[in-house]
């Protein structure tokens, strides 16, 4: 345990890059895995997560090494060509890492032990379990469809069309990445769109893709399996999702303005920017580009008030991650603002919908909490704070509440900040540097 406390923070200003974009990341290792030749991966999150997925592949036998300017290099052995674990693949507390790894595993003919931390041995996995075994793999977990579970890969696998009875890009991943290595066409049917970036970087990689419209206004997206895919320079935008504490940061503490540079700009992520943007944020998305198949761009994010807003459910996947963050804008802004279509929430790193009421109420702001949804009294402007925030292992619970602090009267205090590790090395180094007061209890630095 790390607690850390967040006090008042003074203007930030300056030029930002945050860390490379972490599903993009996990995916960009497992294709290039699947790839032959060399892949040189530029501007991989080196966080604690993605790192599970490096060890997870050298334990499947893929040779991945450390090169010049903090790039990567990794020799793909083929679709199909990974080999039998000797040991447990541990995903520490990533659930799309363990998630898209046992569907590219449930088309390797081999048996692999799959596990966890606490956050991850809580969450359910039956999700991918279902469409996995319509493929031929084998999935068995403990009660609750828990980690740890056994994957028992097929070696005559049967292409499928499922229609994803939740909006999970996960889900979506775990089955196309299975599609891989399985002849024939795999299907995926998506009532709402979700995150893209598998189908692009398969795509960018050089394997066939299909997407198009099925009836009832889904999309269906289709891999034409057993592919050449081809080692290529792949390079990773910054994470959109880490980037927004720190545009929240900039938003709440009056004379802010930051430039965050080159972030993930695929519109299937940017949700929460558009709903502040409603919510009157200054915002403005600068020197658009594309890298990879993927749109990035620089935003500059100015101090502003914001106001309240109603969040309708069908914002929820371009935007799932954010709710940690968005609960503090809301916080800070003039109106009751109404959180739509959250029960996922409860199955993320921790039961977020709850922590965020918790920690909302420690900092002195009311909140209303149901099955799957939150109202938030804002303050317009300035935030109580001074309480203790409970983490539960969660990276995002703690980033957003340490945004909070910098935007309130008094300091809050996070029970744990060890697991901002996972998703955003340098987090408070970072926010420090541009005009933060984030401090390790006890240290007074
Ligand atoms: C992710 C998909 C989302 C998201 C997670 C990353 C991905 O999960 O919450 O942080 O990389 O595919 P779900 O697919 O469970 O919605």
Same mark, same amino acid.
């Given at each position: 345990?790390?607690?850390?406390?967040?006090?008042?923070?003074?203007?930030?200003?300056?030029?930002?890059?945050?860390?490379?974009?972490?599903?993009?990341?996990?995916?960009?290792?497992?294709?290039?895995?699947?790839?032959?030749?060399?892949? @040189?991966?530029?501007?991989?999150?080196?966080?604690?997560?993605?790192?599970?997925?490096?060890?997870?592949?050298?334990?499947?036998?893929?040779?991945?090494?450390?090169?010049?300017?903090?790039?990567?290099?990794?020799?793909?052995?083929?679709?199909?060509?990974?080999?039998?674990?000797?040991?447990?693949?541990?995903?520490?507390?990533?659930?799309?890492?363990?998630?898209?790894?046992?569907?590219?595993?449930?088309?390797?003919?081999?048996?692999?032990?799959?596990?966890?931390?606490?956050?991850?041995?809580?969450?359910?996995?039956?999700?991918?379990?279902?469409?996995?075994?319509?493929?031929?793999?084998?999935?068995?977990?403990?009660?609750?469809?828990?980690?740890?579970?056994?994957?028992?890969?097929?070696?005559?696998?049967?292409?499928?069309?499922?229609?994803?009875?939740?909006?999970?890009?996960?889900?979506?991943?775990?089955?196309?990445?299975?599609?891989?290595?399985?002849?024939?066409?795999?299907?995926?049917?998506?009532?709402?769109?979700?995150?893209?970036?598998?189908?692009?970087?398969?795509?960018?990689?050089?394997?066939?893709? @299909?997407?198009?419209?099925?009836?009832?206004? /889904?999309?269906?997206?289709?891999?034409?399996?057993?592919?050449?895919?081809?080692?290529?320079?792949?390079?990773?935008?910054?994470?959109?999702?880490?980037?927004?504490?720190?545009?929240?940061?900039?938003?709440?503490?009056?004379?802010?303005?930051?430039?965050?540079?080159?972030?993930?700009?695929?519109?299937?992520?940017?949700?929460?920017?558009?709903?502040?943007?409603?919510?009157?944020?200054?915002? /403005?998305?600068?020197?658009?580009?594309?890298?990879?198949?993927?749109?990035?761009?620089?935003?500059?994010?100015?101090?502003?008030?914001?106001?309240?807003?109603?969040?309708?459910?069908?914002?929820?996947?371009?935007?799932?991650?954010?709710?940690?963050?968005?609960?503090?804008?809301?916080?800070?802004?003039?109106?009751?603002?109404?959180?739509?279509?959250?029960?996922?929430?409860?199955?993320?790193?921790?039961?977020?919908?709850?922590?965020?009421?918790?920690?909302?109420?420690?900092?002195?702001? @009311?909140?209303?909490?149901?099955? /799957?949804?939150?109202?938030?009294?804002?303050?317009?402007?300035?935030?109580?704070?001074?309480?203790?925030?409970?983490?539960?292992? /969660?990276?995002?619970?703690?980033?957003?509440?340490?945004?909070?602090?910098?935007?309130?009267?008094?300091?809050?205090?996070?029970?744990?900040?060890?697991?901002?590790?996972?998703?955003?090395?340098?987090?408070?180094?970072?926010?420090?540097?541009?005009?933060?007061?984030?401090?390790? @209890?006890?240290?007074?630095?």
């Amino acid at each position: 345990m790390q607690p850390l406390q967040s006090a008042t923070a003074d203007p930030l200003h300056g030029l930002v890059s945050v860390p490379g974009d972490k599903s993009i990341s996990h995916r960009a290792l497992l294709l290039a895995a699947m790839a032959v030749g060399e892949t @040189e991966i530029e501007g991989l999150l080196e966080g604690e997560d993605v790192l599970r997925t490096v060890t997870a592949l050298r334990a499947l036998g893929v040779e991945i090494t450390e090169a010049a300017g903090g790039k990567r290099r990794l020799y793909g052995v083929g679709v199909g060509g990974l080999a039998e674990p000797d040991g447990v693949l541990d995903f520490g507390n990533s659930g799309t890492g363990v998630r898209l790894m046992a569907g590219l595993l449930a088309t390797h003919p081999f048996t692999s032990v799959l596990t966890g931390d606490a956050s991850l041995r809580r969450r359910p996995m039956a999700r991918i379990i279902t469409p996995l075994e319509q493929m031929g793999a084998r999935l068995l977990a403990r009660a609750g469809s828990r980690l740890p579970m056994t994957v028992e890969g097929t070696a005559e696998p049967i292409p499928i069309s499922y229609r994803l009875p939740l909006p999970s890009a996960q889900v979506k991943s775990a089955i196309l990445l299975a599609g891989l290595n399985t002849p024939g066409r795999t299907t995926v049917v998506e009532p709402i769109a979700t995150r893209d970036h598998t189908e692009r970087l398969l795509t960018y990689l050089g394997a066939r893709v @299909e997407v198009s419209d099925a009836p009832e206004g /889904d999309r269906a997206i289709e891999v034409v399996g057993q592919p050449e895919l081809k080692g290529k320079k792949i390079s990773i935008p910054s994470d959109p999702s880490s980037a927004a504490f720190l545009a929240v940061a900039a938003l709440l503490v009056p004379d802010s303005e930051i430039t965050l540079t080159r972030i993930g700009a695929n519109r299937l992520r940017t949700g929460f920017y558009l709903t502040l943007a409603k919510m009157g944020a200054a915002l /403005d998305w600068q020197k658009k580009d594309e890298e990879c198949g993927e749109p990035v761009a620089d935003l500059n994010v100015k101090a502003s008030s914001l106001s309240a807003i109603e969040v309708p459910a069908a914002w929820v996947p371009s935007m799932i991650d954010e709710y940690p963050i968005l609960a503090v804008a809301a916080a800070a802004a003039e109106g009751t603002t109404v959180l739509n279509g959250l029960a996922e929430l409860r199955v993320k790193e921790s039961d977020r919908l709850a922590a965020i009421a918790q920690g909302l109420r420690a900092s002195g702001v @009311e909140v209303e909490e149901s099955e /799957d949804r939150l109202v938030i009294q804002g303050h317009g402007g300035r935030l109580p704070g001074g309480g203790t925030v409970r983490t539960h292992l /969660d990276h995002r619970i703690a980033m957003a509440f340490l945004v909070l602090g910098m935007a309130s009267e008094r300091a809050v205090r996070i029970d744990d900040g060890s697991m901002i590790e996972t998703s955003f090395p340098g987090f408070v180094d970072l926010v420090n540097g541009l005009g933060g007061r984030i401090m390790k @209890e006890g240290s007074g630095a």
